[in-house]
C-alpha cells in the first residue's frame, strides 16, 4: 500500500485557526473529566512558565471528510482540540466580563473570530471551526455562542454534555485565578497564555489521504508507543477490517456507544467488549483482547458482524446496571441484577449478560436467580475478584450462549471451582464482616425473610429497602464512647464491629437516637423492634464477644437455605 500522508508540526492554536474539523459520528462522545482537564491546563500554565521553547501535546491524526471537504475528519484528537477549544471560549467571556477595559470586547470578538467560529456575511449564522459529534455538537455549539454572545448556556442533557460544561466551568475558573483583575497586568497574562496555545503548544499533525490510511497510521502509532485508548483501537481494528463495508460498521458501533453513555457507573467500552468477548468466546484478560479480536476478525462480514453483535448486546448490558429496567421480565429478575450491582460483582457481568441476553422466560428468571445466589456466596466467601472466579464465570457464559445451560442445574455444574459449596459458605459467613452498609442491609433483609417463612410470622412486617427509613446499627459501635464498653479493647473493636453478627436493622430514626451507647442503653428499642433478627439481640445482660459469634453461627445456617 502506498501512504499518501502529509505532516506538519504545529501549535494547536494554529491548527485550530487555520481548518475546519468534524468529528464522524461513530466517535465515542467527549469524555475528558476534571482530571484530564485540570492535567491540560497544568501542563499548559507550567510549561509558559518553565519551557518558554514550547511544549509537546501529542499527535493528532485527519482524514478526509467526504460529507464536507472544507473539514478535515478527526481520526484521533477530538478529546484535546474541544478542550482547547474551549479554553478559548473561556478566555472569550473572561475578556467579555471585564469589558471596563480598552478595547476588550473587540479582543474577545477578535479571539472568537479566530479560533471558535466565523460568520456568514448575509445571514451572520455562525460557523464554528470545530464540529463535535451529532450527540455533542449543538450543547458543544451552545456553550462557544454563550461565551461569544453573554446567553444562557443550555442545561446539560446527557453525561457527555455535563462533560463539556463542567469542562469549560473549570477552565473559565482557572483563568479567574491565573489572571485576577486586581491585577495590573492580568491583559498581557491572558493573551500571553492565548499565545502560547497557539504557536507553542506543539501537535505533529498527520493527515491521511484515505480511510485506509488512516487506520493504518492510527494503528502504527499505537505500535510505536503512542497513548491511545484499548477501546480506540479496538474501533480502529474494526473499521480497518469492515472495509468496503465501514458505513455499516460505524453505525453499529455508533449504536453501541450511544447506549453505554447511559450507564450510571464507571465502565468504559473496553470493559464491555472485553466482558461480551468472554461471554461468547471464554475468558480472556485485559491484555489479550486486542489480540485475541484480531486474529478471529479477519473480513469485513465477521468485522460488521461483531459491531452488530456489539450494538445488540450493549443494551442487555445497559439493563443488567439498571434493575429497573424494563429489560427485566419481573420482580425477580430485577432483584437478581440489584443484588449483583450491590456486591460489586464485576467479574460475573460476562455471565449476568449471556443469561440476560436469553429470550424471557421462565428458565432465563430461574438462571438469573441462580446467578444472583452464586454472586452472593462469592462475595461472602471472598473470591469474586479472583481469576479462578473470572475463568469460571466465562466458561459458563459461554456455555450459556452455545446453548447448552438450560437449568439451574447445569448452571451450578458449569461454574465449576467458581462455586462455593454449602460448608464452605456456612464457614465464610461465620466470620464474614463488611463495611459495605448495603451490602449489609440486603442481607440482614433477605435472612429476615426467611426467618419470618421459617416462624410462619407474617412477611409483610420485612424491612423497608429504603436506607432513609431503616438503617444498619452496629450493636457494638464502630467508635464506642470511652468507658462504655469496657470488654473490649480497640483491637476488640476494629475485629468485631463490622461482623455482621454484631449488625442489625433498625429505624433511621432509632438509629440516630442510640448513637454509641452501650448495651443497656440500646437493649430497650432492640426488643421492641418487629424484625426477628433484630429483637434476638435483645434480652442478654451483656453484649459480648460470644454473643456475637453465635449470633453470626445462626444466621449462617439460614444463610445457606437463602442463597
Known amino acids: 500500500m502506498v501512504l499518501e500522508l502529509d505532516t506538519s508540526v504545529i501549535g494547536i492554536g494554529s491548527l485550530i485557526a487555520q481548518n475546519r474539523f468534524s468529528v464522524p459520528e461513530h466517535q465515542r462522545a467527549y469524555a475528558w473529566t476534571s482530571n484530564e482537564v485540570t492535567d491540560l491546563w497544568h501542563d499548559i500554565t507550567q510549561a509558559m512558565a518553565e519551557e518558554p521553547g514550547g511544549y509537546f501535546l501529542g499527535q493528532i491524526v485527519l482524514g478526509i471528510d467526504h460529507d464536507d471537504p472544507a473539514r478535515s475528519r478527526i481520526i484521533d484528537g477530538q478529546q484535546r482540540l474541544a478542550t482547547v477549544s474551549l479554553l478559548y471560549a473561556a478566555i472569550v467571556s473572561l475578556l467579555r466580563s471585564r469589558s471596563a477595559g480598552d478595547g476588550n470586547i473587540e479582543r474577545a470578538e477578535e479571539f472568537d473570530r479566530t479560533f471558535l467560529a466565523t460568520r456568514d456575511r448575509r445571514t451572520l449564522e455562525r460557523s464554528h471551526r470545530l464540529e463535535l459529534g451529532p450527540l455533542d455538537n449543538g450543547f458543544f455549539e451552545g456553550l462557544l455562542t454563550a461565551s461569544a454572545t453573554d446567553s444562557d448556556r443550555e442545561d446539560p442533557t446527557r453525561e457527555s454534555h455535563r462533560r463539556l460544561r ?60 503512542m497513548q491511545l485508548t484499548p477501546s480506540d483501537l479496538l474501533k480502529n481494528l474494526l473499521f480497518a477490517r469492515s472495509k468496503h463495508r465501514l458505513a455499516e460498521a460505524q453505525r453499529w458501533w455508533s449504536s453501541m456507544t450511544g447506549t453505554l453513555e447511559v450507564l450510571s457507573d464507571d465502565t468504559t467500552i473496553t470493559q464491555f467488549i472485553r466482558h461480551y468477548w468472554i461471554s461468547a468466546k471464554g475468558p480472556v484478560r485485559d491484555k489479550q483482547l486486542y489480540k485475541s479480536i484480531k486474529q478471529a476478525v479477519t473480513t469485513p462480514a465477521a468485522a460488521v458482524k461483531l459491531t452488530k453483535d456489539l450494538a445488540e448486546a450493549a443494551r442487555a448490558y445497559a439493563a443488567i446496571t439498571n434493575p429497573d429496567s424494563p429489560h427485566w421480565a419481573n420482580t425477580v429478575e430485577r432483584e437478581a441484577v440489584r443484588v449483583v450491582s450491590t456486591m460489586k460483582a464485576r467479574t460475573i457481568r460476562p455471565l449476568l449478560l449471556a443469561v440476560g ?74 466470620i464474614y464482616r463488611t463495611r459495605n452498609s448495603k451490602q449489609a442491609r440486603y442481607l440482614l433483609r433477605a435472612i429476615e425473610v426467611q426467618r419470618r417463612t421459617d416462624d410462619s410470622v407474617s412477611v409483610e412486617l420485612t424491612p423497608n429497602q429504603d436506607e432513609t427509613k431503616i438503617n444498619l446499627e452496629h450493636v457494638l459501635p464502630r467508635n464506642p464512647t470511652k468507658g462504655t464498653w469496657p470488654a473490649y479493647s480497640d483491637d476488640d473493636v476494629a475485629a468485631f464491629a463490622h461482623r455482621l453478627g454484631n449488625l442489625v436493622l433498625l429505624s433511621a430514626t432509632l438509629n440516630r437516637k442510640l448513637k454509641n451507647g452501650d448495651y443497656s442503653s440500646k437493649e430497650p428499642h432492640l426488643a421492641a423492634s418487629e424484625l426477628v433478627t433484630t429483637a434476638e439481640v435483645a434480652g442478654r445482660a451483656d453484649w459480648s464477644k460470644e454473643d456475637i459469634a453465635q449470633r453470626q453461627a445462626r444466621l449462617a445456617e439460614v444463610a445457606v437455605r437463602v442463597w
Open 166 to 225: 463542567d469542562a469549560y466551568v473549570e477552565l473559565r475558573s482557572s483563568l479567574e485565578e491565573f489572571a485576577p483583575e486586581s491585577s495590573s497586568g492580568w491583559l498581557e497574562e491572558v493573551i500571553a497564555l492565548a499565545e502560547y496555545i497557539e504557536s507553542k503548544v506543539i501537535t505533529i499533525t498527520v493527515s491521511a489521504g484515505s480511510a485506509d490510511n488512516a487506520f493504518l497510521i492510527f494503528e502504527t502509532l499505537n505500535d510505536r508507543g
Open 357 to 430: 441476553q436469553r429470550k424471557a422466560d421462565k428458565t432465563r428468571t430461574a438462571l438469573l436467580a441462580q446467578v444472583m445466589k452464586s454472586t452472593v456466596r462469592l462475595a461472602v466467601a471472598g473470591r469474586l475478584g479472583t481469576g479462578t472466579t473470572e475463568d469460571g464465570a466465562g466458561e459458563c457464559a459461554r456455555s450459556v450462549r452455545a446453548g447448552s445451560v438450560t437449568s439451574v442445574a447445569k448452571l451450578s455444574s458449569a461454574l465449576g471451582a467458581a462455586g462455593v459449596s454449602d460448608a464452605d459458605f456456612v464457614d465464610a459467613f461465620r
